[in-house]
């Protein structure tokens, strides 16, 4: 058994002895609830496990960093130090993440995920940095955690890259991007969801329009679907997921760039969509299981970036790369009809999965808040 922290353990226990809470927080159909709005439901949320302010920090690399024997702390979660502080795993019922110094490379939940900062190594202890604690690791091991709660989606706008002039890496992005989203559409309606897409055409679209589409149409959860390219290079495949940057933080290219420093690949000021980091992450995970465990695709991981398309967002978004038409061989099974299908179930899958874990969340705060309130 993990240490846990009291408040931690009490909504544990909450949740195993008050299942009948689950059902009970779905909200209306009629009347949904935006994220941040007046009718958020404050009763259900937790109380306040991660009061950021008071998370200790230590400067490392200039950095606001956290040490990982915190956020086991903060998480519930058993740490496991090796190597001089060099390495850590965390870890607790069906959750675990690997970490290692000086390396931004994270094996979490058995996903590759790439944090925005390395982990360091400091006085015998390893340390992650604050930001990439609250946005890219807690979200991922307790969806949930010191964050609002927010309904289950009712609306997931889904973005088939390029179209019209843009033809993206190839012309086969364009018309594979939207056959996919077309071929996902029914099988998300079928899950009870209403489904809008930014083009079921060959149209040009600007970034700022996709964005503005599902703020318009009040998206609770956007993917934009594209495919992969690499100049002269037939062999890399597999997929990758993104998620909008923190401010403050690198885009994961910027670390592989011989010039660093020429192009930053950073932005300062919170976007519209960095106010859903958290949730973001959680779609994120979402996606990523599906499109690696379900097409057994190579994970190429989860990053953060700066695409245009994603920042206007007022909702969770990701963009989702399915898989490289420069490999010979994926490209092939690319070209078949069959394999978009699967494509497209393991987007609806995972979209199933994130209101999954949306559902479990707020269940949790619900079991916490009846505790403290002594129902
Ligand atoms: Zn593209």
Redesign the pocket.
């Known amino acids: 058994m993990p240490p846990a922290p009291p408040r931690f353990l009490a909504s544990v226990l909450l949740a195993l002895i008050a299942p009948a809470a689950t059902g009970a927080e779905a909200p209306a159909r009629s009347a949904p609830m935006r994220p941040g709005g007046s009718n958020s439901p404050a009763a259900v949320q937790p109380p306040a496990p991660s009061s950021s302010a008071t998370v200790a920090t230590r400067k490392l690399r200039g950095l606001d960093y956290v040490s990982v024997a915190e956020v086991g702390k903060r998480l519930g979660l058993a740490v496991t130090e090796s190597e001089r502080g060099r390495k850590a795993r965390l870890a607790g019922g069906k959750v675990e993440a690997e970490l290692t110094h000086d390396d931004r490379d994270a094996t979490i939940n058995g996903l590759r995920v790439v944090l925005g900062e390395p982990a360091q190594a400091s006085g015998g202890q390893l340390f992650v940095s604050r930001v990439d604690f609250e946005r890219a690791i807690a979200p991922l091991l307790r969806p949930g955690f010191g964050v609002p709660a927010r309904p289950r989606p009712r609306t997931i706008v889904l973005d088939p ?2 179209g019209g002039r843009d033809q ?2 190839s012309v086969n ?1 364009k018309t594979y ?1 939207l056959d996919v989203a077309r071929r996902a559409k029914p099988l998300l309606e079928a899950a009870g969801f209403r489904v809008v897409l930014t083009r079921d055409a060959d149209v040009g679209l600007e970034l700022f329009e996709r964005a503005g589409i599902a703020n318009q149409q009040r998206g609770d959860a956007f993917v934009s679907i ?2 992969n390219a690499l100049p002269s290079d037939t062999v890399t495949s597999g997929v990758q997921v993104f998620t909008f940057a923190p401010a403050g933080q690198h885009a994961a290219e910027w670390w592989s760039t011989p010039m660093r420093g020429a192009d930053p690949h950073l932005e300062k000021s919170e976007m519209p969509v960095n106010r859903h980091d958290h949730w973001s992450a959680v779609l994120a995970q979402g996606l990523h299981r599906r499109l690696v465990g379900d097409l057994k695709a190579a994970d190429r991981g989860k990053k953060i970036a700066h695409w245009g398309v994603l920042r206007p967002l007022d909702c969770p978004g990701v963009l989702i ?1 399915c898989g490289f038409l420069t490999s010979a061989a994926e490209a092939r099974k690319i070209s078949t009809p069959a394999y978009r299908q699967k494509i497209a179930e393991a987007i609806a899958a995972g979209l199933r999965d994130y209101a999954a874990a949306l559902d479990a969340a707020r269940a949790r705060g619900a079991a916490v808040a009846a505790g403290a309130t002594g129902k």
């Open positions: 890259g390029h993206g890496t992005e991007a594209h495919f790369e």
